[in-house]
């Protein structure tokens, strides 16, 4: 027989990085901010220059929730409404997936969880005779270099000429990423929990230095950072990379902070 997964091992299994990027972007404002810097452009990307613009004036987010117990541990998702200047209104279901290495076979696992969705989301349309909305997967990527993995099914496989064209017609899939290195050199449009969030991901995926330690601990103090959250990012910088947390704590202490995170 096939011994059943216990959902608290499945909890043990979660990573430093896994709980921080929950705790912070399952919050309406820094969900909505990796909306708008990811889903937002993907759609505007191939406006024609020659067509009047279209762009989107809200976005809504909802709590709802279509993925099971045991992926919602590691997965962060939540269907939004896009409303347009020209009156569209889409709706689209965004897994969000977030990494801290290149894994070649991402685009297999976020097919497997897709799937997952999908059904749900055709459940939950059949009982309420709508159709569902679009399904979109995002890789939040905040490790070291940039990233190299396959983002589509054809490139995954290997395929090419005549073979990946014949692919794309009939099973194609792909997903987006958003590189945090390359994305945050950029103008990222979000609030400064956002933005403080995403740098702090960078930052465990390697070994600070000594100016990195001190740029963070900086950023840290900014006085409009909610204390609960400036704690928890304290906290997930020193657990998430061991070797960060000496000179973590030694510079926090030369520039005057209690172990409570206040000056």
């Known amino acids: 027989m096939e011994q059943q997964s216990n959902p608290d091992e499945s909890r043990l299994k979660l990573t430093p990085h896994d709980r921080y990027f929950r705790h912070v972007f399952t919050q309406p404002g820094p969900m909505h ?19 009047a613009e279209d762009t989107v004036t809200t976005i809504e987010v909802s709590s709802e929730s279509f993925i099971d117990e045991e992926l919602r541990e590691h997965r962060t998702d939540l269907l939004v409404v896009l409303r347009t200047t020209g009156g569209l209104e889409l709706a689209v279901y965004v897994l969000f997936e977030h990494k801290a290495q290149n894994e070649q076979h991402t ?22 005779k709508r159709l569902p909305p ?4 995002v890789v939040v990527y905040n490790g070291p270099g940039r990233w190299t993995a396959p983002t589509e099914l054809n490139t995954a496989l290997g395929l090419s000429g005549k073979a990946a064209e014949w692919l794309n017609r009939f099973s194609r899939f792909r997903y987006l990423v958003f590189d945090v290195s390359h994305g945050m050199s950029r103008q990222f449009h979000g609030g400064l929990v956002s933005r403080t969030a995403l740098r702090a ?8 230095g000594r100016d990195d330690v001190v740029d963070l601990v900086h950023l840290l103090g900014e006085p409009e950072l909610p204390p609960e959250f400036r704690r928890t990012t ?30």
């Open 33 to 51: 901010d990796l909306v708008m810097n990811v889903v937002v452009p993907e759609l505007t990307e191939n406006e024609s220059s020659g067509a």
């Open 201 to 208: 991901m960078h930052a465990t995926s390697r070994k600070l």
């Open 107 to 128: 685009i297999f696992q976020l097919m497997r969880y897709h799937a997952t969705v999908l059904g749900h989301l055709a459940e939950q349309g059949r009982k309420k």
């Open 234 to 263: 304290l906290r997930y910088l020193a657990t998430g990379r061991e070797d960060n947390a000496a000179a973590l704590l030694a510079t926090l202490k030369e520039r005057g902070y209690t172990e409570m995170g206040k000056t």
């Open 134 to 137: 679009a399904v979109l997967s």
